[in-house]
């Protein structure tokens, strides 16, 4: 371990369906280059882990073609493809040891014992668990249980590690300790992880890119911070992580730049990104961050009317939920500073925000 180049994987023209009628898959086409660390992220039923069943050959393609390192795999026997797999559940063989359970892949693929040891030694100092080699998995914790999985993924150098929700059965401290543990790992391996996860902030916090999926298609594929700061539609925008929306029409565009007349009649500011023509139906998205309160006269492109309905205190900053445009979840985050303003509920000011912080987006009639 700690050679490896990382393995490529392209699917062309994928789909899959389960009853001949409906497609649970599209029309799928991605490349992911050696060494990435890709998060496939989505609702349940999105399509992202039966993308990734379909890349392990635990489940066919209904069309298209799968390859890995430019050779298609389609036919190819689940334990033929050298993919390795971590799922939630750890999937330890209670009976086995330590050891024995990160021997297993070895002793399948018939490996001389002296290799065995010692590739299992090494896997086991790579997830800081030394010594554990003669426990049994009931002996271990959550995390520690997490871990051999790991450990078992990578003991026989696979070019390609699949990971399912590999952290959904942990606790919150625990689970953002592994994610940087998994993150190290992969750094210091240089393989290719293709990680499922429903959670959007286990997902910026790992991945190299994120390939949002809602509905059988990929909605976006982005690295975090893209995917975060400039979401290509209403579902990313509202997916990945908090977000204002306001409905409106589009009244005017001006190059990159359109004037949008909100429902309740005020007019804003924002950057043209996913929207029809003048006329057209839009969502407007804003970061809650993005947004100030009590903006000076001018200062900013958009300023509304605001009133508090409620302040929560959560350490580092403050959420102020407000009233704004006829909608009564409009959050802005206030950075908890000695300078932050004195706010009450009920209180009454101006809340504003720069024109490309704003984007116009498709209407989903949401």
Same mark, same amino acid.
């Given at each position: 371990?700690?050679t490896n180049k990382g393995a490529s994987v392209?699917?062309?023209?994928?789909?899959?369906?389960?009853?001949?009628?409906?497609?649970?898959?599209?029309?799928?086409?991605?490349?992911?280059?050696?060494?990435?660390?890709?998060?496939?992220?989505?609702?349940?039923?999105?399509?992202?882990?039966?993308?990734?069943?379909?890349?392990?050959?635990?489940?066919?393609?209904?069309?298209?073609?799968?390859?890995?390192?430019?050779?298609?795999?389609?036919?190819?026997?689940?334990?033929?493809?050298?993919?390795?797999?971590?799922?939630?559940?750890?999937?330890?063989?209670?009976?086995?040891?330590?050891?024995?359970?990160?021997?297993?892949?070895?002793?399948?693929?018939?490996?001389?014992?002296?290799?065995?040891?010692?590739?299992?030694?090494?896997?086991?100092?790579?997830?800081?668990?030394?010594?554990?080699?003669?426990?049994?998995?009931?002996?271990?914790?959550?995390?520690?249980?997490?871990?051999?999985?790991?450990?078992?993924?990578?003991?026989?150098?696979?070019?390609?590690?699949?990971?399912?929700?590999?952290?959904?059965?942990?606790?919150?401290?625990?689970?953002?300790?592994?994610?940087?543990?998994?993150?190290?790992?992969?750094?210091?391996?240089?393989?290719?992880?293709?990680?499922?996860?429903?959670?959007?902030?286990?997902?910026?916090?790992?991945?190299?890119?994120?390939?949002?999926?809602?509905?059988?298609?990929?909605?976006?594929?982005?690295?975090?911070?893209?995917?975060?700061?400039?979401?290509?539609?209403?579902?990313?925008?509202?997916?990945? &992580?908090?977000?204002? =929306?306001?409905?409106?029409? *589009?009244? #005017?565009? %001006?190059?990159? /730049?359109?004037? @949008?007349?909100?429902?309740?009649?005020?007019?804003?500011?924002?950057?043209?990104?996913?929207?029809?023509?003048?006329?057209?139906?839009?969502?407007?998205?804003?970061?809650?961050?993005?947004?100030?309160?009590?903006?000076?006269?001018?200062a900013m492109a958009n300023n509304l009317r605001?009133?508090?309905?409620?302040?929560?205190?959560? &350490?580092?900053?403050? =959420?102020?939920?407000?009233? *704004?445009? #006829?909608? %009564?979840?409009? /959050?802005?985050? @206030?950075?908890?500073?000695?300078?932050?303003?004195?706010?009450?509920?009920?209180?009454?000011?101006?809340?504003?925000?720069?024109?490309?912080?704003?984007?116009?987006?498709?209407?989903?009639?949401?």
């Amino acid at each position: 371990m700690g050679t490896n180049k990382g393995a490529s994987v392209r699917f062309e023209s994928v789909q899959k369906s389960y009853d001949g009628e409906t497609l649970v898959i599209k029309d799928l086409n991605l490349d992911i280059p050696r060494g990435e660390f890709l998060t496939m992220l989505g609702p349940s039923g999105s399509g992202k882990t039966t993308t990734l069943m379909m890349l392990a050959g635990f489940e066919p393609a209904t069309h298209g073609e799968i390859f890995l390192n430019d050779r298609p795999i389609n036919d190819v026997p689940p334990h033929k493809r050298g993919i390795g797999m971590v799922f939630q559940d750890y999937a330890l063989f209670p009976h086995m040891s330590v050891a024995e359970n990160l021997a297993f892949p070895l002793k399948v693929r018939k490996l001389p014992a002296a290799v065995v040891e010692e590739k299992v030694t090494r896997a086991l100092e790579m997830v800081e668990l030394p010594g554990f080699g003669d426990r049994r998995p009931a002996q271990l914790s959550g995390g520690q249980q997490q871990r051999v999985a790991v450990a078992r993924a990578l003991v026989f150098d696979p070019d390609l590690i699949l990971m399912d929700e590999p952290l959904g059965a942990l606790d919150k401290q625990l689970r953002e300790q592994m994610q940087y543990e998994i993150k190290h790992i992969h750094k210091n391996l240089g393989v290719t992880v293709i990680y499922v996860t429903h959670d959007q902030a286990e997902a910026l916090t790992m991945a190299d890119r994120i390939a949002v999926f809602n509905d059988g298609v990929i909605q976006q594929l982005s690295t975090p911070d893209e995917l975060y700061e400039k979401p290509a539609n209403a579902f990313v925008a509202q997916f990945i &992580g908090e977000n204002n =929306r306001l409905n409106g029409t *589009v009244r #005017k565009i %001006d190059g990159n /730049v359109c004037l @949008v007349e909100l429902d309740c009649g005020n007019t804003v500011r924002a950057e043209k990104v996913n929207v029809g023509g003048v006329g057209a139906r839009a969502i407007l998205s804003i970061r809650p961050e993005r947004i100030e309160l009590a903006p000076k006269k001018g200062a900013m492109a958009n300023n509304l009317r605001a009133r508090i309905e409620e302040l929560i205190y959560l &350490g580092d900053h403050i =959420r102020v939920r407000m009233s *704004v445009s #006829k909608t %009564d979840d409009f /959050v802005v985050k @206030v950075r908890n500073a000695s300078s932050r303003p004195a706010l009450s509920v009920g209180e009454e000011l101006n809340v504003g925000w720069h024109s490309k912080d704003c984007r116009a987006l498709d209407f989903n009639g949401a």
